[in-house]
Nanobody, 125 residues
Framework: EVQLVASGGGLVQAGGSLRLSCAASGFSFDDYAIGWFRQVPGKEREGVACISSRGGIIEYADSVKGRFTISSDSTKNTMYLQMNNLKPEDTAVYYC??????????????????WGQGTQVTVSS
């Protein structure tokens, strides 16, 4: 059974940093794409970053390029989202996701099969 448990959210001032973690079980990062998404109340969920299985493709939303870094550690079965130079507009609930696809998409978030429970990130100005 695939399970994802996200953690690491919190309150931070603008310009600060946070690292989100997502503990994974039931699958291998070699076989599944992984990604991070976020959602603000009243708005559609949006893709933040994703990595294809075996790390061949890495994609970022334009709004986070140069500030966020997605990574994974197969020895710990954990994926990460390092977020630097945070802005108030980054405030959202962040979700980790996994899917058995060779071509992960940040746009079509509904195509991702497995989701973590979400962790709140709040950036104050």
């Amino acid at each position: 059974e695939v399970q994802l448990v996200a953690s690491g959210g919190g309150l931070v001032q603008a310009g600060g940093s946070l690292r989100l973690s997502c503990a994974a079980s039931g699958f291998s990062f070699d076989d599944y794409a992984i990604g991070w998404f976020r959602q603000v109340p009243g708005k559609e969920r949006e893709g933040v970053a994703c990595i294809s299985s075996r790390g061949g493709i890495i994609e970022y939303a334009d709004s986070v390029k140069g500030r966020f870094t997605i990574s994974s550690d197969s020895t710990k079965n954990t994926m990460y989202l390092q977020m630097n130079n945070l802005k108030p507009e980054d405030t959202a609930v962040y979700y980790c996701a996994a899917d058995r696809t060779a071509f992960p998409s940040l746009t079509y978030w509904t195509s991702w099969e497995y989701w973590g429970q979400g962790t709140q990130v709040t950036v104050s100005s």
